[in-house]
């Protein structure tokens, strides 16, 4: 088997995919990934003696069929993430599909906000701007093998008050409408220190209903 322009091309393109599945994936797929390719090239490329002919026709379909199963198992993985935000603590669950390192379908799950930090900030009128960070829960290589360690996040255990409803988020944004410096002076405190007491209490306070007038 001769090398030519064709062989360093395919090599070439080899390596590439290589590159991809090593930034978005792991080594070890990447490594996977250059073997198939190799061998699948071989088994396309590797000379046929006349005199062993069905040997090497048998000896090309395995190793094509091995190629295959490697590629399939490296080059294809599904990914659970887990997604936080760093400011207001809000995150959600997502899922990754990816082909080579190249996503071809990402899921959302709905933020989960245990805190109500979010909907409470947008309602003073100081939405999040989301510095949003993730780790890798698990890993499936070739959508059903599990090779690297699964982690779990436990979640939600901290809960937020029950009556924080439709009519105390219109009330704080009246608040914060007629009393800016309060809403943002509150907005710091519970920022800046993590007084999450303080947001607690004023949601509280927002829910109590106005003393009538005699």
């Not at 930034?23 to 071989?42: D, E, K, P, T």
């Not at 760093?86 to 899921?107: F, K, M, W």
């Not at 939405?127 to 436990?154: F, T």
Request: charged fraction near 20%.
């Amino acid at each position: 088997m001769k090398f030519t322009i064709q062989t360093l091309l395919i090599l070439v393109a080899i390596s590439s995919v290589c590159a991809l599945i090593l930034r978005s994936s792991h080594w070890i797929a990447a490594i996977v990934f250059g073997v198939a390719g190799c061998l699948m090239f071989y088994a396309v490329k590797m000379p046929a003696p006349q005199r062993y002919h069905r040997i090497s026709f048998g000896v090309r379909c395995f190793l094509g069929f091995l190629a295959c199963v490697l590629m399939w198992f490296s080059a294809i993985d599904h990914s659970h993430y887990y997604e936080w935000c760093n400011l207001c603590h809000a995150h959600h669950y997502s899922d990754e599909v990816r082909i080579c390192g190249v996503p071809v379908q990402t899921v959302h799950e709905e933020p989960h906000n245990p805190t109500y930090f979010d909907r409470f900030i947008v309602d003073i009128g100081k939405p999040c701007k989301h510095e949003i960070e993730s780790d890798r829960l698990g890993q499936a290589w070739g959508l059903m093998l599990y090779l690297r360690p699964v982690n779990n996040y436990l979640c939600c255990l901290t809960g937020g008050p029950d009556n924080y409803n439709q009519g105390v988020s219109e009330r704080i944004q009246q608040f914060a409408k007629e009393n800016p410096e309060e809403a943002s002076a509150l907005y710091k405190k519970v920022v800046n220190e993590d007084d999450f007491d303080a947001m607690f209490a004023f949601i509280e306070s927002m829910s109590q209903p106005e003393p009538e007038e005699d």
